[in-house]
């Protein structure tokens, strides 16, 4: 686990390819994406623990890391508390700039939209 770490447990929702060359396409293609997962049929309980190291994604129990991501590679992240979504943007470790992944959660009630959007950004 990260030293001096934020840990919040949210239900993971699943992840998205962005690939577009300038920051404003990225980001319109996130929204439009996030637009379609309003409704969602699975989603998975999970821990994330953010630190100055990065963020990690792991089960409940932190037995299991599903995915790590160094703060570097994190490039946007956004909410939206009616929906009770949060999402964050990240490249792969070896990947190019402009392919990157959205990684989206959902909270259980709106406020903790805004302290999981504030312990990530």
């Known amino acids: ?3 001096r770490s934020s840990l919040l447990y949210l ?3 699943g992840s998205f390819h962005v690939e577009d060359t300038d920051q404003k396409s990225r980001i319109r293609k996130v929204r439009d994406e996030l637009e379609t997962l309003h409704v969602f049929n699975k989603s998975k309980k999970v821990m994330i623990c953010i630190s100055v190291r990065g963020i990690k994604i792991c089960s409940p129990n932190c037995e299991t890391v599903f995915m ?3 703060l570097r590679r994190v490039s946007y992240v956004t909410c939206d508390a009616n929906h009770k979504q949060v ?3 990240a490249r792969e470790p070896a990947g190019e700039a402009n392919s990157q992944y959205c990684h989206v959660f959902v909270t259980i009630t709106s406020s903790q939209v805004c302290v999981a959007y504030l312990n990530i950004l």
């Open 68 to 70: 790590a991501h160094a």
């Open 11 to 13: 239900k993971y929702v």
């Open 87 to 89: 999402a964050f943007l």
């Open 1 to 3: 686990m990260f030293h």
